[in-house]
């Protein structure tokens, strides 16, 4: 069974830097494709960011891109999300999901294994 555990979340101000940290136990990450959604109060679970299981393939939703960076290390079974610049509109519970496959896919409902999320609240 496929077990995430996110860590990192935390308050901040406006402007400041969060690093998110997910790992990944139960799987190899490396036979696995990676991503972050979040879900701020009242609004469904958005797409932010995925990597394929090789590292060098990603996409970003475009309220971060050249803010956020996802990368992993899979010697260690871990993603991560660099977030900088942070905004109060980036304020939300940020997931880690997982998903068997090749190809790059941002809708929540292709991951079959999510963690339990970590909160993060920028104030302006």
């Known amino acids: 069974q496929v077990q995430l555990v996110e860590s990192g979340g935390g308050s901040v101000q406006a402007g400041e830097s969060l690093k998110l940290s997910c790992v990944v136990s139960?799987?190899?990450?490396?036979?696995?494709?990676a991503a972050w959604f979040r879900q701020a109060p009242g609004k469904e679970r958005e797409f932010v960011a995925t990597?394929?299981?090789?590292?060098?393939?990603?996409r970003y939703a475009d309220s971060v891109k050249d803010r956020f960076t996802i990368s992993r290390d899979n010697t260690k079974n871990t993603v991560y999300l660099q977030m900088s610049m942070l905004k109060s509109e980036d304020t939300a519970v940020y997931y880690c999901?997982?998903?068997?496959?090749?190809?790059?896919?941002?809708?929540?409902?292709?991951?079959?294994?999510w963690g339990q999320g970590t909160q993060v609240t920028v104030s302006s």
């Open positions: 990597v394929l299981w090789s590292g060098k393939g990603t």
């Open positions: 139960g799987k190899p990450l490396g036979n696995l494709i």
């Open positions: 999901a997982a998903r068997s496959g090749l190809e790059i896919n941002t809708s929540a409902g292709a991951y079959a294994h």
